[in-house]
Structures are given as structure tokens and as C-alpha cells.
């Protein structure tokens, strides 16, 4: 297995080869902006790495893993204009930069680029790869509708919350681990033990960003701190708080004319007071924990077990 950094490199290396014409510049330029602010780049490496831990060199699978990259950015990049992001790792968003047409342009050319990557020496694996890819797409369009309709709810429950976020989020996470596994010729349900796995770790990665957003740093998170909790964003936090709050404070504060820094203090206050802060760790390390699990179905060498093992408790307590 190789390191984490050297997968990086070569989705990095892959993506910078990518031959994107230079005309219309408007069109191209806003998509080549979006992926040369660089990321975690998890996705495409969970994909190289399911590959290489079936036995089949990594570089089989390049093409889906930045596929699957050039996707997720597809979506940050629209979530952005929905939410009306200002800044997404550290640099203005596109429809900051340019506008919400071309950003949502350049979303569409980005999704369409995406399904076209995909398809390149799938061979014989297009079919499958094309549907599994096809139906996280859709599993993750509904999660955002799910997400904007939370918008206009004070009632929504953890169970929806946890469903909203498994397919806004942790689906494509699976995704790009079955789809490594699939590329690698990995039987049915090694593909599904590696989606699990992936679905488990992104909602123990989600879930360390809800908390990240309100205690993180905002210099090695990449934006500032307490954006959920000013815009009144349904997280795991806030539904809790909102459902064991009896002082009924938190209510009167949702919604409010307060100062933007008083409202962050008052709340995070209020998730101190019901320990918050360390049940969402709890919940974060039992997603962790079920993810490793889903490694004791697939058959892999020690070092490919350990790999993802690493990596999933890394995620737990990334800072960024």
C-alpha cells in the first residue's frame, strides 16, 4: 500500500494533467480555479486505495477516482451559490469571485466532465460503475433537498438529521470505495463492505464538522467559526440542544436580531451546559468504530487493513 500523501499526489499529478480547453475561459477557468484549491482529496484517494488493497495497482482506477473528486467539487461548488458561501478553503467562493451564472455553468460543465471521466478504461466494469456512480448522484441531490427543507423546520429529528447527512455526504464516500473495489474486480460484497465502510466514515467525518464549525480553529479549519450556528443550520448540535434545552432559551436565540459574536458565545454556552461537545465525540468514534468493522468482511493483507483502519481514526479527530 503506498502512504496517504503519495495517493494525493498522484490524484493531484492526474488532475493537473487533465487537457480542459481554454476557451470559453469563462466557462473553464471557474473549474480549474475550484480544483487547484486543493482539499482533503479523500475521495479519490479512498478509491486508489480500495483498488490497490484488492491487488490491482492504483493507477487502474485513476480515471473514476478523479471522476469521483471532479464530482464532489461539482457539488461544493452549487452548495455554495445555495448557501451563499463567501469562502471555501481559504479562498473566495466562485460566485464571489465571478458570478452565481457562471458559477452554476461551470457546476453543470464540471458534473457532465465528471460522468465523461468515469467512463474511461471502465472496460467492462462501465455498467456497474455507471450505476453506482449514477445512484450516489441521486442519493445526494435528495440529501441536499432534505437539507434545504430543514431550513423551514424547527422539528427536525436526529434520525432525519442522521439520514440527511448519510446521503448529502457519506454515500460518496461509499461510493468511491466500491468503486476502487469494483475497477480492482473485487467480488459484490467486498464492493458492499467498502461501501459501508465509506458511509460509516463519512458520518463520523461529517459529524466532526458540525463540531468543527462551532469549537474548531479557524485558521486550520479554512473558514470561520460558528457560520451554523449564525445561520441557524440544523445539526446534530442544535437538534440536540433544541430537544433537551428546557429553558427555552435557545429558542428565543434562533432567529434573532443578536450580535453576531454574542449569538455564537450564547449558544456554544448552552452546548457546554448539556456536554455536547463530548456525546458528539462518542457518537463520531461509534460511526468509527462500525466503519472498522466492515473491514472484517473484506479479505486484505495486513498493511491495506491497517491503512483504512488509520485513516478512519485520524478522521475522528482531524482539526481541519
Known sequence: MKEFDEYISMVNNALANLKLPSQ????????????????????????????????????????????????????????DVMDNADVRRGRPTVHKKWNQETAILSGDAMLTTSTMLLAIKAGDHLSEALE????????????????????????????????????KTSVLLGCACGMGALMADAPFETQVQFFNYGVNLGLAFQLQDDYLD???????????????????????????ALREDKTGTLSEIIGSDIEPS?????VRKIYDSL?????????????IDTAIACLDHIDMMPEARTFFIDLALKSATRKS
Request: aromatic share 10%; with cysteine.
Open 262 to 266: 454574542e449569538k455564537i458565545d450564547r
Open 24 to 79: 470559453p475561459a469563462g466557462l473553464y477557468d471557474p473549474i480549474r480555479y475550484s480544483l487547484e484549491a486543493g482539499g482533503k482529496r479523500l475521495r479519490p484517494v479512498l478509491t486508489l486505495a480500495a483498488c490497490q488493497a484488492m491487488g490491482k495497482e492504483p493507477i487502474t482506477a485513476i480515471h473514476q477516482a478523479i471522476a469521483i473528486e471532479m464530482f464532489h467539487n461539482f457539488t461544493l461548488l452549487h452548495d
Open 214 to 240: 462551532t469549537y474548531g480553529n479557524p485558521e486550520t479549519f479554512g473558514k470561520a467559526i460558528g457560520g451554523d450556528i449564525l445561520n441557524d443550520k440544523k445539526t446534530w448540535l442544535l437538534i440536540m
Open 275 to 287: 456536554q455536547l461537545p463530548d456525546r458528539i465525540h462518542e457518537l463520531i468514534r461509534a460511526y
Open 132 to 167: 453506482l456512480f449514477n445512484g450516489t448522484a441521486m442519493n445526494i441531490y435528495e440529501g441536499q433537498q432534505y437539507d434545504m427543507d430543514f431550513e423551514k423546520r424547527m422539528d427536525v429529528t436526529v434520525e432525519e438529521y442522521m439520514e440527511m447527512i448519510r446521503l
